[in-house]
């Protein structure tokens, strides 16, 4: 089955304690791209990926860092979690650009205390 | 100015009829543009894109774009109370060479009534 696989699906920690959110699809796009979710404010890119290798900052990359070294994972790092970070990250794929479909993992609910 | 604007609702509209859902949009210049639905706890799934001036029907669902208002709007025939969702609408901004930059609304929330 083609999908976007996030873990974990809810996570809660405490501030300053480093945590890595999982991002892995498997119909070999190109695109992949995080986003948070915050009540009034929509969805809100952090970090996208154009390939392996190519990544750059979205609206909102602060305190996030990402890498790709493979095609199908695009983890999100958190290497010093602050309250205002806690939010709902969804991260997302598209075979190539943004003109097409964007595939949305199931999503994660990060709660840092 | 927000880059991409949505009526936050809630809109209520009752079962069997037309729900309009509306967008308004800064880049003058933009060339994509979608609608998402989003269930309560779950992640967004396209319902509609659309990429010239005009209608763009598929099944009840129909995308408008006036890109001269730069307005794109959803049209929602014979509602049923499983469309009762967020919906998102989400631009390509065309200033980004990249072709990298997508933009989400808010998103309007919407509530079909038995």
């Known amino acids: 089955e083609a999908q976007v696989t996030q873990n974990p699906r809810y996570l809660i920690t405490v501030t300053g304690k480093k945590l890595t959110v999982t991002c892995s699809q498997n119909?070999?796009?190109?695109?992949m791209s995080w986003y948070r979710q915050d009540p009034g404010l929509g969805l809100r890119q952090i970090y996208y990926?154009?390939?392996?290798?190519?990544?750059d900052k979205g609206d909102v990359p602060e305190g996030y860092k990402v890498s790709r070294k493979e095609k199908r994972n695009f983890p999100l790092i958190l290497e010093s979690p602050s309250p205002n970070q806690t939010s709902l990250y969804f991260c997302?794929?598209?075979?190539?650009?943004?003109?097409?479909?964007?595939?949305f993992g199931s999503g994660t609910q990060l709660s840092v205390l | 100015q927000k880059e991409v604007e949505q009526n936050s609702g809630p809109l209520s509209v009752p079962e069997g009829a037309i729900a309009s859902l509306n967008c308004t949009y800064s880049?003058?210049?933009?060339?994509?543009f979608f609608w998402y639905r989003q269930y309560s706890g779950k992640s967004p799934e396209l319902i509609m894109s659309?990429?010239?001036?005009g209608d763009k029907e598929d099944g009840r669902f129909t995308a408008q774009l006036n890109k001269a208002s730069q307005y794109v709007s959803l049209l929602i025939r014979d509602s049923q109370p499983s469309d009762s969702a967020t919906y998102l609408c989400?631009?390509?901004?065309?200033?980004?060479?990249?072709?990298?930059?997508?933009?989400f609304g808010s998103g309007t929330r919407l509530s079909i009534r038995p």
């Open positions: 997302a794929s598209s075979p190539r650009g943004l003109g097409e479909k964007l595939f």
């Open positions: 119909m070999n796009h190109e695109y």
């Open positions: 990926s154009m390939n392996v290798e190519v990544t």
């Open positions: 880049d003058r210049v933009s060339q994509s």
């Open positions: 659309i990429y010239s001036n």
């Open positions: 989400a631009v390509r901004l065309a200033m980004y060479s990249s072709a990298s930059k997508i933009i």
